[in-house]
């Protein structure tokens, strides 16, 4: 099985790419590929921005890189309530090169966040907007209070939360070998 993975975050410390790797990491995986949005740097989508330059080579990249996984595990960063600017900007870049660029792709959603919401309301924008663009959600998870539910080193803190973690990655493991055999 081949995951990718990224945190829906260009911040280089962004605890949504330290919680998309590790969750990543859950799974016994061939492959796991760890996206980092920075790669996918592009100039601010426009009409007339495309018009002028067509269509940056990162947004194409960012769609092949995503197109290459079994499995895709995204945690997404909340800015006021939705997608960071950078995720944005390469989701409006990436329908661009193909408006279904989830191409019917597994897709674990996630989100987390140092306050008690965890990204409730981008997880909540994502779910009803990744379909459209042919992701396939099978399962989502938030983990609020990050930097106090979360250690790299240990797993969540919190024991409910490990648990509950841990029967949604069982989830995604069936739901992903059915359709892979």
Avoid at 9 to 32: E, G, L, P, Y
Avoid at 60 to 69: C, L, S
Avoid at 164 to 172: F, G
Wanted: proline share 3%; aromatic share 10%; charged share 20%.
């Amino acid at each position: 099985m081949k995951i990718v993975a990224f945190g829906a975050s260009n911040s280089r410390n962004s605890i949504n790419k330290k919680w998309a790797h590790f969750v990543a990491n859950q799974f016994n995986a061939t492959q796991i590929h760890v996206l980092d949005l920075n790669d996918y740097e592009m100039p601010l989508y426009s009409i007339d921005k495309e018009q002028e330059i067509g269509l940056p080579q990162e947004a194409h990249q960012f769609v092949e890189d995503i197109q290459n996984a079994d499995l895709l595990i995204i945690s997404l960063s909340e800015h006021n309530g939705t997608y960071t600017t950078a995720f944005k900007n390469i989701f409006d870049w990436a329908s661009r090169v193909q408006l279904k660029f989830f191409e019917n792709k597994k897709m674990l959603l996630m989100a987390t966040a140092p306050g008690p919401r965890g990204g409730q309301g981008v997880l909540e924008a994502a779910v009803s907007r990744f379909p459209i663009h042919g992701a396939e959600i099978v399962e989502t998870f938030i983990l609020p209070l990050f930097n106090a539910n979360f250690d790299v080193q240990n797993e969540i803190l919190n024991e409910t939360m490990q648990s509950e973690l841990h029967q949604m990655l069982d989830r995604v493991m069936q739901k992903v070998s059915l359709t892979n055999n």
